[in-house]
């Protein structure tokens, strides 16, 4: 059941080699090497439609455990950039690596997400006929017993897990009810949990805030910052006051290129910024 990974070559993602980069490090299977600190690199990515470039150059390196939000206008290039990180598209040209030894440019997009990278899209697609608790069962269960499912016993250490999630994601008076009948905003946190059933390293959220309310919506900032050092998470929003709740760094990206990155005061002050995103 072992997934082949492809291991970049032992200089170490960007680094001059030398050092211990590359060497060293006894990683067990399926371990990400974060010994940089670094879950994730892009390096001079680029991504072209038709002679179009979405991605132009792209470089971007998000630290362990960091909390990073990703700005920009429509049509910068996010979507895109999180597209290429889950092998949905390839680059045209550039490295992107998991960690400091895994090269995603060569992995199906399954590989990738059974490597730790988990995304969510802007849909909740969670079973609504089964109830928040079941849903959580089977994510847990994961893709193998998926199947043959519910009727699989779930042992003590999954219901205790099944009941950490459900504390996390703020569900717990909702754990019998059908996913169906949750209200939008639940629906989102209620898959935020199954992905993080997975356990994913990573986590990348597209827009996770559209359609909410605001106390859904400042609910889900809530989860994500008490996240924040146990799970490296790249959020993509357009709502600033959103990305007020949770910003550490920011980064602003325009036409396929960080434009720039700082906290969000310095990013709201920078020229360039004003200029093409923010106004004023
Ligand atoms: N599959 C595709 N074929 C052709 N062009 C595409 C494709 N995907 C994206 N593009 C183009 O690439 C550019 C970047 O798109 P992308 O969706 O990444 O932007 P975005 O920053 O996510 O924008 P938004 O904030 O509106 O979601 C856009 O001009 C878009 O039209
Ligand atoms: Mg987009």
Redesign the pocket.
């Known amino acids: 059941m072992s997934t082949a990974i492809p291991r970049l070559a032992a200089s170490g993602a960007g680094s001059s080699g030398g050092g211990e980069s590359g060497y060293g490090h006894l990683l067990r299977e399926g371990e990400i090497d974060v010994s940089h600190r670094v879950i994730l690199y892009l390096e001079d990515v680029s991504v072209s439609?038709?002679g179009?470039r979405?991605l132009d150059a792209l470089s971007l390196a998000i630290d362990d455990g960091e909390l990073r939000c990703v700005i920009?206008p429509?049509?910068?290039?996010?979507?895109?950039m999180m597209d290429v990180i889950t092998g949905k598209t390839r680059p045209d040209a550039g490295r992107v690596s998991f960690g400091q030894s895994i090269d995603l440019t060569r992995m199906r997009e399954s590989a990738i997400a059974q490597a730790g990278i988990g995304r969510k899209f802007q849909k909740p697609t969670v079973f609504e006929q089964h109830t928040v608790w079941e849903n959580l069962e089977l994510a847990l269960k994961g893709e193998r017993r998926w199947w043959r499912g519910l009727a699989w016993r779930t042992t003590l250490d999954e219901a205790r897990r099944i009941d950490e999630l459900l504390a996390t994601i703020r569900l717990e008076d909702e754990a019998r009810r059908p996913a169906g009948l949750l209200a939008h905003g639940q629906k989102q946190r209620l898959e935020i949990g199954i992905l993080l059933a997975q356990e994913p390293r990573l986590l990348l959220l597209d827009e996770p805030v559209a359609g909410m309310t605001d106390e859904e919506s400042e609910r889900l900032a809530d989860l994500l910052v008490a996240l924040e050092g146990r799970q490296s998470i790249v959020v993509v929003e357009?709502d600033m006051a959103f990305v007020r709740r949770i910003a550490r760094r920011v980064t602003v990206?325009h036409e396929g290129r960080v434009l720039a990155e700082g906290t969000l005061d310095e990013v709201k002050a920078d020229d360039a910024v004003v200029e093409v995103y923010l106004g004023r």
């Open positions: 439609f038709d179009f979405a920009g429509n049509g910068a290039g996010k979507t895109t357009h990206l």
